[in-house]
């Protein structure tokens, strides 16, 4: 069914045109403007039964997540998504119409940006058995703001949050037993909703460290602690009130199954929520909430806690069996 | 073997620091300089089993395999390459020294042009039996040259080639009959030469229209052809002379599996040589030779014709399968 020369062109040309793209598809390469003279540039691979599984997503879905999970990361530097390029290797039987949804997907996922796929490859496997992979080059301008590293973070800032966190989590374990309901819960497993404007209006602000959480809150704050050499120390009464709802899908689904919310929210990944530190005393942009501070690390060594408590200790509180998102497979 | 975490830091360190990145490895996305306010950027991926086999390429030559070909896509625009990402989905069961030699091939092709790998993801695929699948993002600069498109071929033209054409063709048919030499046409297939400089030279020159032959001179030649609307007249005397060195291992390979070289020459994929149309009266840049003239459709569509017979003929003459290159596999 699928035909390197044929199908590209079609799967492609429905992606859209992205504003910044002065050559499309079609041709060696794309041309892409960068009015900042520099470029944002960041690329992920999706794995079917690592990262998706095409009877829990549609192929929309799927080309959402894909999408959504690269145009986070360059949020997260501070930038605004421009392109995509995208990679595709799929069994030869593979349907025109599946690879279809996967383009309309990305492009649906893109459009509110303003970006749109410039190009790519689709690439039949060797076996009919060979597991869909996605690899996702995103592309973004950081319009003269200064790119915001994982290394930035000082004692006495204010660690904050812009977006949702433990929903995909709290929608793979009702997928995993084999309810499809409540949609709002599975729907933020298969279409995570990143809070892409926040990163811009972080750098905006003077953020100093940022990161988008794709691995789950402790591991990637884990991530801006090490590079910055600091103590991250979330405040569990506040990541409460900015992620569990009352009326919303964790508390209502982690009810049903017995389980801690608060665990998907720690540890959750996927989420594609942007996490910051802000000088202190800085106004918070629209859309962030403090969820922590950052300390000093004193005789300790860098790292995450909660209120005071390590993240490993804490991990083990919650029953969570890493601190890092493991992804199902 | 592979973790996510560990693994791809390492890898990733030993592929060195491209000239144009002010962000390298290890944040959320890379930042790469853009002097021209424009990037040019390319995917293309490679699976085992169709574009590489493990038993008859090193992992260093399979890196240099996967960076060439987007190398040469960049080039082929007129842009110099400037930075890398790189997707790789594996076997959970990977070693780490093999993953080692895959970015060190990847570095080393990128290095001569200033460029490096500057962002990746390493992910493990659900199945020990997965192939290995390798996506490879490459960005570059056009340093206020236009993009040489497709679609700029005139009636007139000059129609000129720069690289080789066939070796990867001719190596393929070696190791295929589980022969390791004569080692310049198994290296020819192993690692592709392309010829960089020449596409912005070609450019600077005023070439009219450009691509990189990944496919096989006559369909890419075709895409030329299409996108222009015009005929590409190939002739066969100049590319036998700028492709058969009577001392070289076409000939050789040739004569010991009675083949006609000409059929590498013509429908050989994956040497990524560049094809270009200049402006008649131009003087061709250095490395660039003569091989046909672009001629007007007239009552004919557009295409590609050798001496003034059609492609269509042409492949079957030679006996090859297609005008397109067929992957193994």
Redesign the interface.
């Known amino acids: 069914v699928v035909g390197e ?1 044929g199908v590209i062109a079609r799967v492609l040309a429905q992606a859209g045109t992205a504003q910044s793209a ?2 499309g598809p ?26 998706f599984r095409r009877d829990w997503s549609s192929p929309e879905d799927i080309g959402h997540k894909a999408a959504a999970a690269n145009l986070a ?2 949020a ?2 501070g ?1 605004v998504a421009s ?1 995509l ?5 799929c069994p030869p039987d593979t349907q025109t119409a599946w690879l279809e949804g996967v383009a309309a997907g990305l492009a649906a996922e893109c459009a509110p940006l303003g970006a749109a796929v ?10 009919d058995s ?2 869909v ?1 996605i ?1 996702v ?4 301008d ?1 319009y003269g703001r200064p ?1 915001v ?3 930035g973070a000082r004692a006495g800032d204010v660690v904050a949050l812009a977006g949702r966190l433990g929903g995909s989590a709290c929608g793979l374990a009702v997928l995993r037993r084999g309810f499809s309901s409540p949609l709002a819960a599975v729907a933020a497993h298969r279409r995570p909703t990143p809070p892409y404007a926040a990163g811009p209006a972080a750098a905006d602000a003077g953020a100093r460290a ?3 959480v794709s691995d789950g809150l402790l591991a990637d704050t884990g991530h801006i602690a090490r ?1 910055s050499g600091v103590i991250i120390d979330l405040d569990r009464v506040a990541l409460a009130a900015a992620c569990l709802d009352p009326e919303g899908p964790l508390q209502q689904v982690a009810s049903a199954l017995g389980a801690d919310p608060m665990s998907w929210v720690l540890t959750g990944g996927e989420d594609h929520a942007l996490v910051a530190t802000f000088p202190p005393r800085v106004a918070l942009p629209e859309g962030w909430t403090a969820i922590g501070a950052v300390r000093a690390v004193g005789r300790k060594k860098p790292g995450v806690w909660v209120n005071g408590e390590s993240a490993e200790s804490v991990v083990k509180a919650v029953g969570a069996e890493s601190a ?1 998102h493991v992804h199902f ?1």
Request: charged share 20%.
């Open positions: 020369f002065e050559v079609g041709d060696d390469a794309a041309v892409v403007r960068a009015p900042d003279k520099r470029v944002v540039a960041t690329t992920d691979v999706l794995v079917e039964g690592r990262h990361d360059i997260a530097m930038g392109a390029l995208v990679g595709v290797a410039v190009g790519g490859d689709l690439v039949a496997a060797a076996s060979a597991a992979v690899s080059t995103a592309l973004g950081l790119a590293l994982r290394s940022m990161c988008d590079d890092g497979g």
